[in-house]
């Protein structure tokens, strides 16, 4: 009995040091020669940074600073973001973001092993950040429907491809609304928060990150 109880014990370690077990590589994007890394987790290829490819609209520096572009990404409307991922890859589809959090743990705290660690690029103080996933999530912030920039260094929001229709104010016309992905490092919100990964509803007209997929 003691001994089947220590194979069990093994095998649990065992489990739980390969359960973000990533391999990782480069990609280079043919269309400006920009170079990426790239991060295997359980069974998607993800880029490992936001995307950073120039498109020729919809696509925004965040407070028309071309060094943030260079950290964080451009900011895509989410017409620009269906179509702006390189040849071979794809704009995730919230199934595919779903698979990645609870490969990484579940919602409730996915964050901490998505995200960056510290706070070089997140506020400070980043806690339970660890990045073990390889993922290296990044707080680019957004920009609004009127232009405004919004959060950086303390959101990461991220397009998806899918949409949801429904009525404005409950009653009222029905809109098309793009779902996101969302992390926070909020200085002032409590840890759980900040290790959760959120879902949203988002005007197609804001601008937010992308994090492209390699196609199956």
């Known amino acids: ?19 973000l077990a990533q391999v990782s590589g480069t990609f280079k994007d ?33 407070d028309n600073n071309k060094a943030n572009a260079t950290i964080f990404g451009y900011l895509y409307t989410w017409e620009t973001a269906k179509k702006v991922c390189p040849t071979g890859w794809h704009l995730p589809s919230m199934a595919e973001w779903t698979t990645l959090v609870i490969f990484a743990g579940g919602e409730k705290t996915a964050g901490n092993k998505l995200k960056e660690a510290g706070s070089k690029h997140w506020a400070n103080p980043n806690t339970g950040a660890t990045n073990e996933s390889g993922f290296t999530a990044l707080p680019g912030g957004g920009r609004q429907e009127d232009g405004q920039f919004t959060r950086i260094n303390v959101n990461g929001n991220w397009w998806t491809s899918d949409v949801r229709v429904m009525k404005e ?21 409590p840890f759980e928060i900040n290790s959760m990964v959120n879902t949203s509803l ?15």
């Open 1 to 19: 009995m003691r001994n089947k109880s220590l194979l069990l014990t093994v095998i649990i370690l065992n489990i739980a040091l390969c359960s």
């Open 169 to 189: 104010n409950g009653t009222g016309p029905s809109k098309s609304y793009s779902e996101g992905i969302e992390m926070s490092g909020e200085p002032d919100y």
């Open 30 to 62: 043919s269309r400006d020669g920009k170079t990426y890394k790239t991060v295997k987790i359980g069974t998607q290829t993800w880029l490992a940074s936001n995307l950073a490819f120039k498109a020729g609209s919809g696509c925004y520096e965040y």
């Open 202 to 216: 988002n005007n197609k007209e804001r601008s937010y990150s992308v994090r492209c997929i390699k196609n199956n």
